[in-house]
């Protein structure tokens, strides 16, 4: 039955690009030319995705306008699909390999949060089975696949659900999105992924230009056997979460120590609680500001939380210096024209500048003068 009710929110969100911007077969520039966006259901909960898509502009290419989608998203889902490999993957191993009966899968999942109805169950199997007879014997399968981009870029991830279980393996070529073989193995050594990767290499009737995956050992070993000489990249993601882990720590502590400076913002509201005059409107704009610095997150890995912490506050900070220093008397017949171009040439943002934080009414009093 189709679903009655909307789906609630997502818990989660991800922007995923495609890990290039040149165009696999001319090298030139292709434009980011629309976002797509796809909700997925995972073992996690509800997955929101804002996919970029590039096309190469060049009407001369034979990939013209021919969209290219994040690589990543095939890892999450399968094309058109509204579950998770991790979800699929969950219920294969619940079928096969602990025996369990549809009515059972569909008690597990509910029970871990994953709204289903128990038609779908047996959909998701038949989706598992298909995955895992995807054989590479098809051969006009893979031809009509392939022939567009006239080679392939492969992906290769094992989904475990849980510990202990067969891992059900899937490669997939980054370019189409389509997964181009899937097995479930108990053990996943070098030898074992290596004989994965040459099956496909053997049944493809087009080049592999490169290899991305999470950069597991066994992984790593298998391409380098199997397919020498092909570049392996890690993905994009995993490769900038380690790359960025000591300065997300580094970062994260530089922001509780920044907090525990700014503590005690309420007692402050509280004193001009019910207060009115230039005065309590300052300082209630003061604790507007210190309060959403303190609540307005960074982007780990690009846009660290402390780093934009401390910009803030020093923003915050920065009128009360100078009214302090020079006095605040005769700042207040200045026109706020003037008032902008000083805190320009002297490097500092000003309460009333547009651009800047908004503390209090314009011309209003520094706190404590
Ligand atoms: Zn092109």
């Known amino acids: 039955m189709a679903r009655t009710a909307a789906r609630p929110e997502a818990a989660a969100h991800r922007e995923l690009r495609p890990a290039r911007e040149d165009c ?9 030319d629309y976002t797509n966006h796809r909700t997925v259901t995972t073992l996690d909960g509800l997955l929101r995705l804002d996919l970029t898509v590039r096309r190469c502009p060049h009407p001369d290419c034979p990939l013209h306008l021919r969209p290219y989608r994040p690589e990543e998203e095939g890892r999450v889902a399968l094309p058109q699909h509204e579950f998770g490999l ?6 294969g191993s619940l079928r096969y390999a602990r025996h369990r009966t549809v009515t059972e899968i569909h008690a597990e999942l509910t029970a871990r ?3 289903v109805c128990p038609r779908t169950v047996t959909n998701l199997l038949d989706r598992y089975d298909e995955l895992r007879a995807l054989g590479l014997t098809d051969t006009q399968r893979l031809r009509k696949l392939t022939a567009a981009w006239g080679r392939v870029v492969l992906a290769i991830d094992g ?4 510990v202990g279980h067969e891992v059900l393996w899937v490669i997939r070529d980054c370019l189409t999105g389509e997964p181009l073989l899937a097995r479930s193995l108990l053990s996943a050594t070098e030898a074992d992924l290596a004989a994965l990767l040459r099956e496909v290499q053997d049944a493809l009737p087009v080049p ?3 290899v991305v995956s999470d950069g597991q050992h066994s992984i790593r070993k298998a391409v380098a056997s199997a397919l020498p000489g092909i570049p392996h990249q890690l993905c994009q993601f995993h490769y900038l979460r380690e790359a960025a882990r000591p300065i997300y720590e580094a970062d994260r502590h530089a922001k509780k120590e920044l907090k525990k400076v700014v503590r005690g913002v309420r007692p402050i509201e509280r004193a001009v609680e019910g207060q009115d005059g230039p005065e309590a409107e300052v300082t209630r704009g003061y604790c507007l500001a210190v309060r959403s610095a303190l609540t307005d997150d960074g982007r780990p890995p690009l846009c660290a939380s402390g780093l934009k912490l401390r910009d803030r506050l020093e923003a915050i900070d920065a009128p009360s210096v100078v009214w302090r220093k020079k006095g605040v008397a005769d700042r207040a017949e200045e026109a706020p024209g003037a008032r902008r171009q000083r805190a320009r040439r002297d490097g500092r ?4 500048d547009p651009d800047r934080l908004r503390l209090g009414p314009p011309g209003g009093t520094a706190p404590g003068e």
Do not use: S
């Not at 991790?86 to 219920?91: K, M, Q, R």
């Not at 989904?159 to 849980?162: A, F, G, I, W």
């Open 349 to 352: 943002p000003v309460a009333d």
């Open 24 to 32: 696999p077969h001319c090298g030139r520039r292709t434009w980011a």
């Open 113 to 115: 949060g994953v709204r």
């Open 159 to 162: 989904l475990q659900p849980d």
């Open 86 to 91: 991790d979800v699929i993957a969950l219920v």
């Open 208 to 210: 592999i230009l490169g």
